[in-house]
């Protein structure tokens, strides 16, 4: 069963830093895999970053200069480190990657990590 988990998140001051990591377990994380999204409250979830076959990660236009995205596929984890915070980006931050399972490749998303950033 393929499943992924985020940890790290929590509350900070405006200007603050977290990193979010994702465990990937029954299935193997293959190098430049990976993305994260995040769900603000009353918000749909939106694209924040991913790893790219190029080697250069992408991200929005909200955290970019801001947010590191970065993975080790032989640990099978996925991490997001967030520098600078600021109130918007307050939202459940969600991993994703595509992985093979049994039955092929899929599209498979962890449960989420809440961020608050707050004064």
């Known amino acids: 069963q393929i499943q992924l988990v985020e940890s790290g998140g929590g509350s900070v001051q405006p200007g603050g830093s977290l990193n979010l990591s994702c465990s990937v377990s029954?299935?193997?994380?293959?190098?430049?895999?990976g993305a994260w999204y995040r769900q603000a409250p009353g918000k749909e979830r939106e694209f924040v970053g991913r790893l790219a076959m190029s080697g250069t990660p992408i991200y929005s236009d909200a955290v970019k200069g801001r947010f590191t995205i970065s993975s080790d596929h032989t640990k099978n984890m996925i991490y997001l480190q967030m520098n600078n915070l600021k109130p918007e980006d307050t939202a459940v931050y969600f991993c994703n990657a595509v992985l093979r399972g049994d039955y092929g490749w899929g599209d498979y998303w962890g449960q989420g990590t809440r961020v608050t950033i707050s004064s």
């Open positions: 029954g299935s193997v994380l293959t190098p430049n895999a």
